[in-house]
């Protein structure tokens, strides 16, 4: 290919900048022959695999992938493709990627790909069943500079995702400032709405390097009887200012027993594309803020059918698709505890995942290093798999037994009161939940996805898994 030679003639970082300024004139046929020099720039076999799965997906012009990339060029304005290339695949895959695996040779561990952070716990609504609800809300959070020294550790480590999380994080008087003095980073902010404004808007759009996440629980009867009335409202005014401004947009859903028929719908999915979602992600109710509302947890029957349409969507909407949960088999389980991310929040204390409410260490006192080496995340890290059957990935409701033998073995701390709840108080529940739904997830597993592990096994660690057999329904 005309200009792969004296590419290879420079380092990486020159090559893939140099790449990044052909953004301006990017198409379809272009970005493939990018993945073709992306794949000669790096040595590393897992990159090498995704980035072959990329073109096969763009090359395929029935594929629903081809489709999201039109709608991503078509969307952004040609200074922010460049931005986005920058942080998001520059940084956050090529150079972190390099990064990560030079500290775990002087380490002994890999460092995880993204980090989610909660500077503050101040939020304007109340929504029913907020995974937050045990953590005091009137504290002053993490400041910019206790924020700026985390994002440092993170780039000498790799780590260039970080989604931010609150509380609401357009109430953190630092967001901006944030962003924009950290543009090698590519940040997610999962927000209910409601502040945004076109000004914000505009400014975000500005720094190109960031989504905007709006949380969103189904029509406007779903949403305002979880987040409160006429809120759904506001969101949809502020997905328009978002969309006007040009800003990369996703949705988020926390799934219930009474919205999941709702979430999961091609009907809401198309109109989320219609509002200018490029990504929905699924997130289930989990009973971990000292409230627990078992009748909030969906069935084993519901947790299925999520599923399935999951599945089934991804081979047909232009939209990139998350669901948590049901994706363990694409991931090999449950990715806390640093495998793959890790939550800091608003108090400071660094935890396994944004639901398992317990900690050894503070980002006040103890190095982000130490913290992802700490007794309790090696301990995570050495039970993962939590099961071989990766359909029952989480160590909080599908093997509850792991969350209680760590607790026993490392005596962590919990982060807010009423955090041991469903460890002590709901065991019984918490097993007998886990027991329900091993029953459907045993069968699917071994009529899905068994086989296609097999085959598999004689690809290279990290080959693809195949599509389930039974994607559709």
Same mark, same amino acid.
């Given at each position: 290919m005309k200009g792969? /030679?004296?590419l290879r003639k420079v380092g990486t970082e020159e090559a893939l900048n140099r790449?990044?300024?052909?953004?301006?004139?990017?198409?379809? %046929? !272009?970005?493939?022959? @990018? /993945?073709? @020099?992306?794949?000669? @720039?790096?040595?590393?076999?897992?990159?090498?695999?995704?980035v072959r799965g990329v073109r096969g997906y763009l090359e395929d012009e029935?594929?629903? #992938?081809?489709?999201?990339?039109?709608?991503v060029m078509e969307y952004l304005p040609r200074e922010n493709q460049e931005k986005l290339f920058r942080s998001l695949f520059l940084h956050g895959f090529f150079l972190g990627k390099r990064r990560k695996e030079q500290f #775990?040779?002087?380490?002994?561990?890999?460092?995880?790909?993204?980090?989610?952070?909660s500077p503050s716990w101040q939020c304007n609504l109340r929504c029913k069943g907020c995974y937050t609800l045990g953590y005091a809300r009137d504290r002053k959070g993490l400041s910019r500079e206790v924020v700026d020294g985390i994002l440092e550790e993170c780039e000498e480590m790799g780590i260039f995702f970080v989604t931010i999380l609150g509380g609401e994080p357009l109430m953190w008087p630092h967001l901006l400032e944030v962003i924009g003095s950290h543009p090698n980073f590519f940040f997610q902010v999962y927000t209910n709405g409601t502040l945004l404004t076109s000004e914000l808007a505009r400014e975000l759009s500005r720094m190109g390097n960031v989504a905007l996440v709006f949380s969103?629980? &189904?029509?406007?009867? *779903? /949403?305002?009887?979880?987040?409160?009335?006429? +809120?759904?409202?506001?969101?949809?005014?502020?997905?328009?200012?978002?969309?006007?401004?040009r800003i990369i947009i996703g949705t988020s859903a926390?799934?219930?027993?009474?919205?999941?028929?709702?979430?999961?719908?091609? *009907?809401?999915?198309?109109?989320?594309?219609?509002? &200018?979602?490029?990504?929905?992600?699924?997130?289930?109710?989990?009973?971990?803020?000292?409230? #627990?509302?078992?009748?909030?947890? +969906?069935?084993?029957?519901?947790?299925d059918l999520l599923r399935r349409r999951v599945l089934r969507a991804r081979n047909t909407?232009?939209?990139?698709?998350?669901?948590?949960?049901?994706?363990?088999?694409?991931? %090999? &389980?449950?990715?806390? &505890?640093?495998?793959?991310?890790?939550?800091?929040?608003?108090?400071g204390d660094v935890e396994p995942c944004v639901y398992t409410h317990i900690a050894v260490d503070n980002i006040h006192e103890k190095s982000l290093k130490e913290a992802l080496d700490s007794d309790l995340f090696r301990a995570i890290r050495a039970r993962q798999p939590h099961n071989q059957n990766h359909l029952?990935?989480?160590?909080?409701? %599908?093997?509850?037994? +792991?969350?209680?033998?760590?607790?026993?073995?490392?005596?962590? !701390?919990?982060?807010?009161?009423?955090?041991?709840?469903?460890?002590?108080?709901?065991?019984?529940?918490?097993?007998?939940?886990?027991?329900? =739904?091993?029953? @459907?997830?045993?069968?699917?597993?071994?009529? %899905? =996805?068994?086989?296609?592990?097999? #085959?598999?096994s004689d690809e290279p660690r990290g080959g693809e898994l195949q599509k389930p057999a039974a994607s559709a329904g």
């Amino acid at each position: 290919m005309k200009g792969l /030679t004296e590419l290879r003639k420079v380092g990486t970082e020159e090559a893939l900048n140099r790449i990044s300024r052909l953004l301006g004139q990017v198409s379809l %046929d !272009r970005m493939i022959q @990018l /993945t073709h @020099l992306g794949e000669h @720039l790096t040595h590393d076999p897992e990159i090498r695999r995704i980035v072959r799965g990329v073109r096969g997906y763009l090359e395929d012009e029935n594929h629903s #992938a081809r489709r999201l990339f039109a709608r991503v060029m078509e969307y952004l304005p040609r200074e922010n493709q460049e931005k986005l290339f920058r942080s998001l695949f520059l940084h956050g895959f090529f150079l972190g990627k390099r990064r990560k695996e030079q500290f #775990a040779k002087e380490h002994g561990f890999e460092p995880p790909l993204l980090m989610i952070l909660s500077p503050s716990w101040q939020c304007n609504l109340r929504c029913k069943g907020c995974y937050t609800l045990g953590y005091a809300r009137d504290r002053k959070g993490l400041s910019r500079e206790v924020v700026d020294g985390i994002l440092e550790e993170c780039e000498e480590m790799g780590i260039f995702f970080v989604t931010i999380l609150g509380g609401e994080p357009l109430m953190w008087p630092h967001l901006l400032e944030v962003i924009g003095s950290h543009p090698n980073f590519f940040f997610q902010v999962y927000t209910n709405g409601t502040l945004l404004t076109s000004e914000l808007a505009r400014e975000l759009s500005r720094m190109g390097n960031v989504a905007l996440v709006f949380s969103i629980e &189904g029509g406007e009867e *779903e /949403t305002d009887s979880w987040r409160g009335k006429g +809120v759904y409202r506001k969101i949809m005014e502020a997905m328009d200012m978002a969309r006007e401004a040009r800003i990369i947009i996703g949705t988020s859903a926390t799934v219930t027993s009474r919205n999941v028929e709702v979430v999961s719908s091609d *009907e809401f999915l198309d109109f989320m594309i219609s509002k &200018g979602s490029l990504a929905q992600m699924y997130f289930l109710y989990i009973p971990v803020n000292g409230r #627990a509302d078992f009748s909030l947890m +969906v069935t084993p029957e519901q947790r299925d059918l999520l599923r399935r349409r999951v599945l089934r969507a991804r081979n047909t909407k232009p939209i990139f698709l998350i669901d948590f949960w049901n994706d363990g088999p694409y991931v %090999d &389980g449950c990715i806390a &505890g640093g495998r793959s991310y890790f939550h800091i929040n608003a108090n400071g204390d660094v935890e396994p995942c944004v639901y398992t409410h317990i900690a050894v260490d503070n980002i006040h006192e103890k190095s982000l290093k130490e913290a992802l080496d700490s007794d309790l995340f090696r301990a995570i890290r050495a039970r993962q798999p939590h099961n071989q059957n990766h359909l029952r990935p989480c160590m909080i409701i %599908d093997n509850p037994h +792991v969350m209680r033998e760590i607790i026993a073995q490392i005596r962590p !701390r919990f982060t807010h009161p009423g955090a041991e709840q469903i460890y002590i108080e709901c065991k019984e529940e918490m097993d007998a939940y886990a027991s329900r =739904y091993a029953i @459907l997830a045993d069968e699917v597993w071994q009529r %899905d =996805y068994a086989a296609c592990r097999a #085959a598999a096994s004689d690809e290279p660690r990290g080959g693809e898994l195949q599509k389930p057999a039974a994607s559709a329904g």
